[in-house]
C-alpha cells in the first residue's frame, strides 16, 4: 500500500521559512516524479514544483522561483519543500503527489497537473500571518 505522509507546516510570519517533508512507504521515490501542490481557501490546487530524479530536472512556477527549492533524500525515501521569503500568499495546505509515467516538466506543475499524479498525501496547513 502506498503512503505519502507530509510533515512541517505550522504558522510563520512573512519572510520567514518553513520545511515541509514527504514521506513515502510502498514505493521507491527515486522511481517516481515528484511533485508539491498547494491549494488556498476558494482557489483549485496547483503543483508549484516538480523533480524526477531519472533526469534531475526540477521545474518551478514564477510564484514560487527563487524561494521555494525541492529536494529529495532517497536513502530517507523522503522528499522535501524548502519555503524561504514567505509571503501571506502562500498560505495553503501543501500537498506532496508522485507518478511513475511522467518526466518533471511544465504540465506537471499547475491547476491541471492534479490529473497527471496517482499517489496524494494528505496535506499540511501552512499560514503565514504576521
Known amino acids: 500500500q502506498v503512503q505519502l505522509v507530509e510533515s512541517g507546516g505550522g504558522l510563520v510570519q512573512p519572510g520567514g521559512s518553513l520545511r515541509l517533508s514527504c514521506a513515502a512507504s510502498?514505493?521507491?521515490?527515486?522511481?517516481?516524479?515528484i511533485g508539491w501542490f498547494r491549494q488556498a481557501p476558494g482557489k483549485e490546487r496547483e503543483g508549484v514544483l516538480c523533480?524526477?530524479?531519472?533526469?534531475?530536472?526540477?521545474y518551478a512556477v514564477d510564484s514560487v522561483k527563487g524561494r521555494f527549492i525541492i529536494s529529495r533524500d532517497d536513502a530517507k525515501n523522503t522528499a522535501y519543500l524548502q519555503m524561504n521569503s514567505l509571503k501571506p500568499d502562500d498560505t495553503a495546505v501543501y500537498y506532496c503527489?508522485?507518478?511513475?509515467?511522467?518526466?518533471?516538466?511544465?504540465?506537471?506543475?499547475?491547476?491541471?497537473?492534479?490529473?497527471?499524479?496517482?499517489?496524494w498525501g494528505q496535506g499540511t496547513q501552512v499560514t503565514v500571518s504576521s
Open positions: 510502498g514505493i521507491t521515490l527515486a522511481d517516481y516524479v
Open positions: 503527489a508522485t507518478t511513475k509515467t511522467a518526466w518533471c516538466s511544465p504540465p506537471m506543475t499547475g491547476t491541471g497537473a492534479i490529473f497527471a499524479y496517482d499517489y
Open positions: 523533480t524526477s530524479s531519472s533526469d534531475g530536472r526540477i
